[in-house]
């Protein structure tokens, strides 16, 4: 069974920094592309960022130059870098994966707040 399991979620101040990481495990194959969404209160779900099995990454405008994604192959795990965060900010945060075999997967997401 395939499992993603999140983690680094939590609260912090505005101007503060967090990381988030993703672990993937299980039968799914090599990975195509791994990345993070979020859904705010009220709001649909959105891209945050994304990262491919050969390192192109591509991001929200609203996080452009605050957030930084990176992965780690040998471990299927990618992680968020969030830096300067804004009370907009404020979602659940979820973890996606893209597989070699067209499958997607979602993490059950963690939890970010952000205090003014």
């Known amino acids: 069974q395939v499992q993603l399991v999140e983690s680094g979620g939590g609260l912090v101040q505005a101007g503060g920094s967090l990381r988030l990481s993703c672990a993937a495990s299980g039968m799914l194959g090599s990975i195509n592309a791994m990345g993070w969404y979020r859904q705010a209160p009220g709001k649909q779900r959105e891209l945050v960022a994304t990262?491919?099995?050969?390192?192109?990454?591509n991001y929200a405008d609203s996080v452009k130059g605050r957030f930084i994604i990176s992965g780690d192959s040998t471990k299927n795990t990618v992680y968020l870098q969030m830096d300067s965060p804004k009370p907009e900010d404020t979602a659940v945060y979820y973890c996606?994966?893209?597989?070699?075999?067209?499958?997607?997967?979602w993490g059950k997401g963690t939890l970010v707040t952000v205090s003014s």
């Open positions: 990262i491919t099995s050969s390192g192109s990454t």
């Open positions: 996606y994966v893209l597989s070699q075999y067209g499958r997607n997967y």
